[in-house]
């Protein structure tokens, strides 16, 4: 049965995503780009991201993380049949439980390739006991999904339509989601960036609903960029920052 998430506000996704061929530079990620965009599309966001080589150690230990930290988890790579694809084993390694053939994605194989199913894309059935299923519409084979982690393909064209059912089916559909998020920033002139700790740490104080974030930026133009990210209004938390700003007599622009 499907993990469903009845919501009431916007959520924090993690994102693994998982091939040595990214991080030899081989291939370039999209699924950051991607998923992110999906998530701030339906008013979530996404709170980490990871990239990890094709090492069942490393996979595993990385796992039982996320596992432990109850958030959903899109898990991009490392699902096929190849002897490089080991997501499927550390998964099951990672939730304590054994890789056992799924009799439904098994059913789908076999109507996908017949008696190409065998002896090889078949293993692309064996999952985590206890997983469920996420719908395929390019190839039909599945993803799965255990412990709110939606294990999707390496390849954009499958996954990400994949992500879309996932978002719509399970964590888009129900719930009333609040404002999105937004950003205002300005740039700090002339001063260094430890100048500002103690204005940064009463707003931060004061406005405990956003983030106040610090950006230096070095060379002829130098400036600090400063403001709040959060989600609603965040006109009194700039005026607060600007008067602050004012009363030390620091410079600073709009952008």
């Known amino acids: 049965m499907l993990e469903t998430c009845k919501i ?5 996704f993690g994102l693994i995503v998982i091939g040595d061929e990214v991080l030899n530079g081989t291939r370039s990620d ?3 780009p991607a998923l992110r965009e999906r998530l701030l599309a339906r008013g979530h966001q996404l709170a ?9 150690p490393t996979i595993e230990r990385h796992l039982r993380l996320s596992f432990a930290s109850g958030e959903p988890v899109f898990c991009c790579g490392g699902i096929g049949a190849t002897p490089d694809d080991h997501t499927r084993a550390c998964a099951a390694a990672a939730a304590g439980t054994p890789l056992v053939q799924h009799p439904e994605a098994r059913a789908i194989i076999e109507e996908r390739f017949g008696a190409e199913a065998y002896p090889h894309r078949i293993l692309m ?4 006991d206890g997983s469920t299923l996420i719908p395929n519409p390019v190839t039909q084979v599945p993803g799965f999904q255990i412990h709110r982690h939606c294990f ?4 954009p064209s499958m996954a990400w339509p994949m992500a879309d059912w996932v ?7 129900t719930g009333e989601l609040s404002a999105p998020l937004a950003e205002q920033a300005i740039e700090v002139l002339g001063v260094p960036e430890s100048q500002l700790i103690p204005i940064m740490q009463a707003l931060g104080a ?3 609903a956003f983030k106040l974030f610090s950006l230096p930026h070095m060379g002829e133009d130098a400036h600090i960029r400063l403001g709040f990210r959060g989600r609603g209004a965040l006109d009194s938390a700039m005026n607060a920052l600007k008067a602050r700003l ?3 007599k620091m410079r600073y622009r709009e952008p």
């Open 30 to 32: 999209g699924h950051f």
């Open 48 to 56: 980490w991201y990871w990239m990890l080589p094709d090492d069942p």
């Open 167 to 173: 978002l719509d089916t399970l964590y888009g559909s």
């Open 125 to 128: 059935a064996e999952l985590p």
């Open 246 to 248: 004012g009363a030390a």
């Open 152 to 155: 999707l393909p390496g390849f």
């Open 8 to 12: 009431s506000g916007p959520l924090d």
């Open 206 to 208: 004061e406005f405990p």
